[in-house]
């Protein structure tokens, strides 16, 4: 059972690890106890903060498709969640030992695989386990009575592309001034009760999901699934073209780029400090990339987002900031060949090879 205040040891723990210093985290601290109700304050203060809210959505995204996102009202087991989040075990920056070769080969095929799937070539191989998304963000805020909403939303607001990634974002074409509030950033945490705690913080633009943070439990909803209801409350799922992953700390992905594929890069811009790579489709790093946790989880939410065969993953983008590795999968459709080509004197494109036909080609280098 947790304590209703921390210990002093806590607290020196939590001052040192900036545990409520921090934006996206604690509120400020409840106002002092007034002879008038403070309830009722609260609450009021609250509604003004979310029709504010709306009010500025309204004004930067006139299209009604674009609805508010309001912050659920506050109660002690919310408060309790949000502190439990700080210390769910996926957030502990600790850079893994080097994967073992039958490791990183088992990544390559888990990641030939979700290509294969993607791309819809090999029919005959093992079934694909996802299926389309359909869960939305009502499904995850709004409970049906007696049951409680699935989430709730601890903070929403609209704020300023997020550091790590903006050197790719004019080449991207996603908006970059860093004096425009035009991403809406989102921290949700799991309803339930108990010690670790679900969290989710993404920030959200027309074009890309970029993810801050994930913690999942075994039960509930799986990732792709939340980002993509986040997403289509936001903008139509066919102009989703990126997801950004900031600060990764994941055991699997993380060691693997860090200590495998940036030190076998020849020369000397090998290495962690070596900034930007591109990894690119039917090249063995970029499956090994794909068939990590973050890799499968991008490809699963592509596979949840359109049908089989008309969207893939064709690059992989890497780079370390402050040591740091921050990364970013780029979507696109799949050209397929007319099934009734023109009769024309100029000789038609050649097809695109399929993964196991296409020669690999060199990766690991080049720019955003």
Known sequence: MSESTPSPMKQKIKSLLGIGNTDGGDDPKEPPSTPKNPKRKRVSSGDQRIAKRLALAQERYPNPGTLDLPESPRNPRMFASNALAFVNPDKIHILGGTPPRETVNHYQATGTQFEDWMANTNPTGPACPVVQSTLTLDDLIKGNPP??????????????PPAEIRGTLKSAGLPHDTRAKNYRYSKMNSSET?????????????????VKAVYRKKRGPQWNDIALALYKHEAAIDTLRYVYYTTVENKETQPLVGKVLYNNLPGPGSGPEATFRIWRMHTPE??????TKLGRATSRLVLAAWPR????IPRINTW???GSLHMRFDIEPIARASPHPSQS???????????SSRLPRRSGSGAA
């Open 147 to 160: 049951r409680k909403p699935e989430f709730d939303v601890w903070e929403v607001d609209f704020v300023a």
């Open 194 to 210: 108990g010690r670790k705690v679900s969290s989710y913080e993404h920030y959200i633009v027309q074009g890309a999901i970029i």
């Open 286 to 291: 970029f499956q090994q990339i794909l068939g």
């Open 309 to 312: 065969g008309t969207h893939q």
């Open 320 to 322: 370390f900031l402050s």
């Open 345 to 355: 004197s100029h000789p038609s494109s050649p097809t695109t090879p399929t993964p």
